[in-house]
């Protein structure tokens, strides 16, 4: 059974950076697309990133593109989401995700993960 925690949520500036890290319980089959979401009162959960872990191939949302970056440290077993240059719309609460999918699969609708962990909240003003 995989445990997710994330961590790194604060209250920033627009314009500002965070960094949220996903802490896994193990790095396995099971973990092989792993991918952040976000949910904002009143809004849908959005799918932000996704990365595959085998070839560390990644995919960001158009609204992230440019801005955020998803990245593994396999040592650590720990998926990181850089956030630079934060909007007043980005303020959510973040959602690490993680799934024994790949291909087309492996994207950014929540449907496939059957890993979440509890969340952090990003607040930006």
């Known amino acids: 059974h995989v445990q997710l925690v994330e961590s790194g949520g604060a209250s920033v500036q627009a314009g500002g950076s965070l960094r949220l890290a996903c802490k896994a319980s193990?790095?396995?089959?099971?973990?092989?697309?792993m991918a952040w979401f976000r949910q904002a009162p009143g809004r849908e959960r959005e799918g932000v990133a996704r990365?595959?872990?085998?070839?560390?191939?990644?995919v960001h949302a158009d609204s992230v593109r440019g801005r955020f970056t998803i990245v593994q440290d396999k040592a650590k077993n720990i998926l990181y989401l850089q956030m630079n240059r934060l909007k007043p719309e980005d303020a959510a609460m973040y959602t690490c995700?993680?799934?024994?999918?790949?291909?087309?699969?492996?994207?950014?609708?929540?449907?496939?993960?059957?890993?979440w962990g509890q969340g952090t909240q990003v607040t930006v003003s």
């Open positions: 995700a993680a799934g024994a999918v790949g291909g087309t699969w492996c994207g950014l609708s929540p449907v496939p993960y059957g890993y």
């Open positions: 193990l790095f396995t089959y099971a973990t092989k697309c």
């Open positions: 990365l595959f872990r085998r070839s560390d191939t990644t």
